[in-house]
């Protein structure tokens, strides 16, 4: 059994990631730590889990680092520079579900995040988790920098016409709508219930951090500086992104042929599902699973892809079990195949 | 008092035209009619309501005509056609919440709805009820084609920068998320609450009903022949239209600009609200009110326009007495100036 | 026109009370404090009101007191106690929606509350809010104990029935399911929407402090000492309480006499609307609107009423207009007649 | 690998049903039927789903019977008595999910559901299946009747207390309150999203059909005759029972004690959870697993005991696995050890 930690483990995503490893045949989470729990049992913080022997307790690096071979980072953004560096320093695999080593450029980081990138040398070394693009990468990595909700639907709807010659590389959009445990388990006005119930809006226009990691990768994929307009939208529900993405056409092409080009593209993925032509993706059809269901249609001179995940697992747990699979040289889809529930 | 009537009466508007018409200060209302439910109270049907002397009636144009001098049409297109025909002719006013009186070329009506028009001349007459637009003609009109929900919160978004130089007018895209009344009252399997909550799609992409709508009356107001790309989006939610909507620019402005632009379009409009600068259009924040909410926000050679209203509001019902308070000159805000429900 | 003010009014109550009194045709809001928003716009905080020229002010008792004849306290219990007492001493009328002066016995006050009561004498001259049972004395009431939200609903759907002989008075069990504005507008994690959201739970089994309450009133009404069970549970929606309320008979009796005596009892009350045989009341049905719906049914040896009020208006901010409209004479239901807000 | 077919799939306990069957280690699906879904593919009803080779078809008795060994039966009430009959004739063993051999008189069948029971005969070899109570029968039985969604929650909630003398048996109230998935997958009016979605109401007040099934299961609990007081209520959420038990006690206890008991006697149960003094169950920490989360509470003389489970897991589908995992000697976990899915 392959032992792990989750560091940062009192929030939606350390949640999440500790519903999949226990599920897990191959690993073991031998310790999960929280500042605000620490303490207290999983289960009083967590009470689908009834597992009664498993403690928050608080992060000592020295200690921490010898209690497993794996380490899952849900660390806020900043904290998880120097606590990567460690455990990389120390011998041990990182795979890091914030964004502190997603962004190559300590430059760009800088100008997004606000602070400085405090081990640009080691952003090099961190491979950017998407399996669907990396899995040779992910392979070998020691540090994996696990994608974002956001920037995996879209990304996953975008890339198999990015460096086609038939789009216009720079006039994309996404439009995303995200479902509530995307802001996180933290107390605040905005998310409170009443607050986000019956409504819908859109937030960050312009300014979203994930932003400069969609154009990064959009860009690697093409070989061109993609950059792209990106608007969120809060939901009244838990779970889910849909991403609505638009992309003008530079020369004519047509519906069954663009098709053809995501079925094939995908044809070996074993969580990215092509619908047929005129289904509809929503978020309902992947709750609960690892599963990313895409369609695409076409009007007029505008191509418009659809894609849905479950933002806490597609969108960050999942993929970061699946990241794990793949380094361990565990089967793909180990631990992930449960259907999505519904409803 | 003016006596008006409502024919079609069972559905979401129908019961949204009552409860604003029950409070009117001017109008009482003479006759509701509904197939379905004809002989019922109208609280039975409708448990919100309790006046207990109101029955729903079957729908005898000849005898019903005599109860009213206004005739509020919550029918299914197609219907609506002939009975707007028949009150134009017996002398009364009409304002009919269908889509049937709003495309003003019958040819585009036959590729959209897959039926001809059969009164194509009473076309003409008909005056698209969207009171920031119309407002003078509104007042002369004895047919009044009440705008599409979709079109509302599209149209009131686009309208101030139609026209201007400054943008690329084939370029706009709608992409819109509305709440679930919009669908109807009638038992149907993907409206069902399980279906609905904790998910979210997109349908409809490219065949939208509304898109000539939105067509006609934006190159009305820009002199050109314009065509978008609309995409509508299910919410799990009762009430409410969010529309996100992308324009390119052809030349350089400023937000400060296209924001004094906004305010300046509706600063005598009661029921416009342009925010200010960095403020968040909600569905909840107009929810059972007739306001629609606008921001402005630019992000690179993008400007992103968000509007809010309430579908059954200012998308359908609110409008309809809106055009009502104008036609028989009472204040335009009569009965209308509920503050939104919240939360 | 009557100038009102509001204390504490950054709550979802305050807001209820604004949104009602911005529409009273006899009440003026002359000044609204909050001591974390003060300096703000109202408008800047409740994004459905666009009052421009209404702020949030800090509360200095001797400056406000000026400003309005009527002043509605929405403060925490503990800090309204003294300041029902400084306004009621500088001559002002009071109607106070926190707990403070709902308990005759400043012991029981002690008991529940665990804080002793400073102005014990004061509790003689407050009279209990519920304009259905103390209608006189609140026409002559300088301070009002608006009641709590479950105690409106359990009351009203128990009084009928309290002191007849064929009920068992001591077997009484009230079941409520509230929606989460009941909660209050203060973030905390248990009312996050992902923790609310599609679940449903009890709490404060045996302990919630409207239990006193509930108990004084009816055993006022009864002239007897009753002891009740009550459970509240959270709901997933924003506003409204459904009770459940379960009697033990003594006698035999039947259903019509029963319902018969409901009827009776609410014949002349404007918000109380007792339904027809075999409805059931739905907390939608009654939503936005100030009326308390209530249903009767026999089983076996079992009477169970049912009760569905929208907490934030006949629950709070509704009955306090009420009672305001009650003690300065103006028509009973002024502003209150707006319909029920369905779907 | 055992094969098993679904007989009536396309609703919400058949696509449970099989997205547990689809991951259990020693089951095969073989066929799944649906009348209105005959011909088509699975993935096309369910889009959860994708395996793309199971199709629907009709049920043609003969033919089903030889393509598997234990049939899953989903169909209405009365069509379920002769299809069980059949297949029992034909040696199959059966795990019928209706209500039609729950019930052990043929005379109190007829009497809730107003048919009569062809087959009375059957009736004495069916087992009731819920494990906790009768797990040795279901070992060698053929027949199991599925236990109701609303039994399950109460009689799990019950048990321990049965038959012990501190209480008066005949005073039990079972107050339960369900998401709307119980009420089935076909469009029914009061169902839709907008009526459901933020609202919660009473129904079937003293006439639910669960009620004799409860009954007389506490009645076989208890050596004593028992009648029930039962009222389910329909919540906004998708999945999950809460039920609120009230008993009333005749000798006086304490709250340890009884806590002591449950403790004990769930102590080797898989699926109840016990929670600890002062924790409350809710349907979210159960939602998407086979728990059933049990708190007992004292107020005064009234036990008050709360249940959650979900209601298409260990309200339908997960107990029929559970069966069949019983019947077959399979680990009586297999394929049910999925923790909740939270949030």
Redesign the interface.
Known sequence: MLKVAILGGSG?TG?ELL?LL??HPQAEVTAVTSERSSGLLISDT?????NPALKFESLHLKEISKKASLFFLCLPHKTSQETVAFLHNAGKKVIDLSADYRLKSAKVYREWYKIPHLYAPLLKQAVYGLPEFNRKMIRKASIIANPGCYPTGALLGLAPVMGKDFIQPN?I?V?S?SG??GAG?????P?????????????A??VHRHTPEIEQELSALSGKNI?I?F?P?L??????I?S?L?VRLKKKTSLPKVQKLYHEFYCKEPFV?VLQNG???????????N?C?ISV????K?L?I?S?IDNLLKGASGTAVHNMNIMYGFEETAGL???????
């Open positions: 939606y949640s519903r226990l599920m967590f009470l689908n889990f009834r006039s959009i439009d709508k509530t445990s388990r933290s107390p605040a006005q998310f409170m219930f009443c607050e986000v119930n019956e409504s819908v809006k859109a937030y226009v312009g950059k307009t608007t939208h939901i009244p529900m838990d779970r889910g849909l609505t638009y599902r289904r509809y993706p929503s978020t309902k059809a992947v709750k609960g699973s599963y269901d249609f076409l009007d007029k505008t418009i659809v849905a195949m449960s259907s999505p529930v519904s409803p």
